[in-house]
């Protein structure tokens, strides 16, 4: 089947670094993509990996090894207004629709 | 500036009483789709349009249907809601061009039923 696992809980300090991990299965996959989620808001689109290595875009990067079927995104310098939801979401087979993963709730703490 | 639209941001309704949610976007993208997200879940897709061709989702309840009657708008109906529909409906979009890999979403409808 078509799945993405997601740590459900993160916890970490302002200024800090935190990853959050992804792991996939899929019998097709063609990008890996991260969602941000403020409570009560909307999706909002952070990064997208087709290839594996590493996407940086600001404080935000993402890592996708296809070899491992795993990616993770990285948040450096964590604000306050980082707290959120994060998902992961593949891009699993030929149609155009995206699979979420469980998603992770990160907080910021001060 | 080109967005995503949902009306409404709230909606009430009764036990079996019809309703129907609106999404409209004027990023004049090829395709539009409808997700429930329940709370402290992820988005779950019911259906999706590329142009005019309608997918649907194989666990999506027979008591959704929804409508695409031109490019910049889709409609959501639920015939007979029942107390488990409850939820946030989002609607998003994608250009249609190379992947789905970045969808723009509206604000959704926060549905209640009574």
């Known amino acids: 089947g078509q799945s993405l696992e997601q740590p459900s809980e993160v916890t970490a300090v302002e200024g800090a670094i935190v990853q959050i991990n992804c792991t996939y299965q899929?019998?097709?996959?063609?990008?890996l993509s991260w969602y941000q989620q403020h409570d009560g808001g909307a999706p909002t689109f952070l990064s997208y990996?087709?290839?594996?290595g590493l996407e940086e875009t600001g404080r935000f990067s993402s890592f996708l090894s296809r070899s491992d079927s795993y990616g993770y995104l990285l948040l450096q310098e964590l604000q306050m207004k980082d707290s959120a939801s994060y998902f992961c979401?593949?891009?699993?087979?030929?149609?155009?629709?995206?699979?979420f993963g469980s998603g992770t709730r990160l907080l910021v703490r001060p | 500036d080109a967005m995503v639209i949902q009306n409404p941001r709230y909606q009430v309704t009764q036990f079996g009483k019809p309703v129907t949610l609106s999404c409209s976007q004027t990023l004049n993208h090829n395709v539009m789709y409808w997700y429930q997200q329940k709370s402290s879940q992820a988005p779950k897709l019911l259906f999706h349009?590329?142009?005019?061709?309608?997918?649907n989702e194989a666990d999506t309840p027979d008591n959704f249907q929804s409508r695409r009657p031109n490019t910049s708008f889709c409609f959501l109906d639920i015939r007979s809601p029942g107390l488990g529909d409850a939820a946030m409906y989002l609607c998003?979009?994608?250009?249609?061009?190379?992947?789905?890999?970045?969808?723009?979403f509206g604000p959704g409808t926060r549905l209640t039923v009574l």
């Open positions: 990996n087709a290839l594996d």
């Open positions: 979401a593949g891009w699993m087979d030929s149609s155009y629709k995206l699979i």
């Open positions: 349009y590329y142009d005019k061709d309608f997918n």
């Open positions: 998003a979009t994608c250009p249609g061009t190379s992947s789905p890999n970045e969808q723009f």
């Open positions: 899929t019998s097709g996959f063609y990008g």
